[in-house]
């Protein structure tokens, strides 16, 4: 039982601890299929390393292994310091953690194999769903524990998005991935890319989503230590995000001869998805209005707020991307691989490095070691990001105008090649990015040394 070992914060320590690493590999199996897109024969033909096969095992690992791991690792900590009081069960968690954890492995190493369910963001095989909903439950039982022992009231909003978060994720989830038809966890048809979608859709809406705005929510207040702008906003937000976020999957399938009023509904839905996105970058603008000062000095303050812009560059950018019109340009070609990087890695991958940079010095009991290597970090981040969003969607519209003007797709691929090789250069940075950030949080836990600079 050496493994459940019960220490004050374990839980939580471990769980950041796990997102670093997976950051680290899903970064590196990122690299790897980008370095295929540029050169397919490079790495041979073998069969563990081929496109196919790694792309699902680099986006189920920086979505479930990074972003879901940190910011459900900072809930562990969030929960119990919200209700002022210890976690329900540090031994519950670390279960749920191994379960997790041994869940991300197994997929990933089946997928390498060639086992999949061809779903997107669902392709892990159905004992994996089994081991991915058990952690889904044991992490909502140990937050419901903490909360309902707690002697703090008010229910602050980020409770009510991580809890969202997790009851909304197990039962796409289980939908999703069609659990029940375990021989290939799919049904046929436009009703299985409706139901792949509505699950594909939840991952970014009601999963990822809600988990950053929940971390958000708390980093902010905190770091510009002042209260938040409007509780009521705040309300008006989560409400709206889960009536609107729950139903418009079907604007990835616009194309498709889905019924009118599913397309319907699916467009309106993202355009009034300007109201839940509004109601949280305006209320964390007014809260840390005039003391960006303070919250740029702070490690985890910069990491938020850049994710905040990106959020609200993806969410300007999203909509406009579920129009008919715009999608005869956009559609199935690298400009949507650009917003998915920005939303994925831009807001919810840097408000799950926030909440490591803030919640990690605050366990340890000490600053971070060296503070310039996570300044290092962002930096690395913002300008790989930045350089990678902008050449994809470069390289989207000229495929998309391409194909437009009627020619094959087989003639685009020279002229998108260039844009492959600089993706490539941008995405080496973000890859750094991980690294650095995976040594500098081993050494603040494990082997501080001497601490030059102050705290974070
Ligand atoms: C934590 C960081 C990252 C996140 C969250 C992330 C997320 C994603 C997501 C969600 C997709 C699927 C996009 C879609 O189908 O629309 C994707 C695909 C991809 N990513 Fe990443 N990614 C990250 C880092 C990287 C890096 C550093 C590289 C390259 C060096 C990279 C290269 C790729 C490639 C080549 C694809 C497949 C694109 C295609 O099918 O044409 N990613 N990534
Ligand atoms: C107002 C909010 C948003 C709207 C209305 C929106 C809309 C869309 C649309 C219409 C597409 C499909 C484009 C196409 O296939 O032509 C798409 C793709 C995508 N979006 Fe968003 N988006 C929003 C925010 C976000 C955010 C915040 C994230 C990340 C957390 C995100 C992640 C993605 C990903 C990963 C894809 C690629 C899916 C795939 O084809 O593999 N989006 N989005």
Redesign the pocket.
């Known amino acids: 039982m050496r493994l459940l070992k019960v220490e004050p914060w374990g839980t939580a320590k471990l769980y950041l601890l796990s997102s670093a690493i997976w950051?680290v590999v899903?970064?590196t199996l990122?690299?790897i299929?980008?370095t295929?897109?540029i050169a397919p024969e490079l790495l041979g033909n073998i069969p563990f390393l081929v496109f196919s096969r790694l792309?699902p095992m680099?986006?189920n690992t920086?979505?479930f292994g990074?972003?879901g791991t940190s910011l459900m690792g900072a809930g562990f900590y969030l929960i119990p310091v919200m209700a002022r009081t210890t976690l329900y069960s540090e031994r519950l968690g670390k279960l749920s953690l191994w379960v997790w954890n041994l869940s991300i492995l197994t997929g990933n190493i089946l997928l390498g194999l060639g086992y999949s369910q061809s779903r997107?963001y669902a392709e892990w095989v159905w004992p994996v769903d089994i081991g991915i909903l058990t952690a889904f439950a044991l992490i909502f039982a140990n937050y419901l524990g903490t909360t309902l022992r707690r002697k703090e009231k008010m229910l602050y909003v980020s409770t009510w998005y991580l809890f969202a978060a997790l009851v909304f994720t197990w039962c796409f989830y289980f939908f999703g991935n069609a659990v029940w038809n375990p021989r290939t966890g799919s049904l046929v048809g436009l009703a299985d890319a409706n139901l792949a979608w509505f699950y594909g859709h939840g991952i970014i809406g009601l999963f990822m989503t809600p988990l950053a705005v929940a971390v958000a929510y708390y980093v902010v207040p905190i770091v510009c230590r002042t209260p938040l702008y409007s509780h009521s906003l705040s309300m008006i937000g989560f409400w709206s995000v889960l009536v609107l976020y729950s139903h418009i999957g079907a604007h990835h399938i616009i194309q498709t001869p889905i019924p009118t009023w599913l397309k319907v509904v699916a467009i309106t839905g993202s355009l009034s998805m300007f109201l839940p996105v509004a109601t949280v970058v305006i209320n964390l603008w007014l809260t840390m209005r005039g003391r960006l000062g303070i919250l740029h000095a702070n490690l985890a303050g910069k990491f938020v707020f850049a994710g905040l812009v990106w959020y609200a560059l993806t969410c300007i950018a999203g909509p406009l991307q579920s129009l008919p019109s715009v999608q005869r340009v956009t559609h199935l070609n690298?400009f949507?691989?650009a917003?998915?990087?920005l939303g994925?890695?831009g807001f919810s991958?840097s408000i799950g490095l926030a909440g490591i940079w803030l919640i990690i010095p605050r366990i340890a009991g000490r600053p971070i070691y060296q503070r310039r290597l996570v300044d290092i970090q962002h930096w690395f981040l913002i300008f790989?990001l930045t350089a990678?969003h902008l050449i994809l969607s470069t390289a989207g519209l000229v495929q998309g105008n391409s194909w437009l003007n009627g020619e094959a797709i087989y003639r685009t691929l020279p002229m998108t090649h260039i844009y492959m090789v600089l993706?490539?250069f941008?995405?080496?940075f973000?890859?750094a990015a991980?690294y650095t950030g995976l040594y500098a949080l081993l050494r603040t836990m494990y082997w501080p040394g001497s601490i030059k600079e102050g705290s974070p």
């Open positions: 950051f899903g970064t990122g690299g299929d980008a295929h897109l792309r680099h986006t920086v979505i990074f972003i997107e690298n949507v691989i917003h998915a990087h994925v890695l991958g790989g990678f993706r490539l941008a995405g080496l973000i890859i991980a």
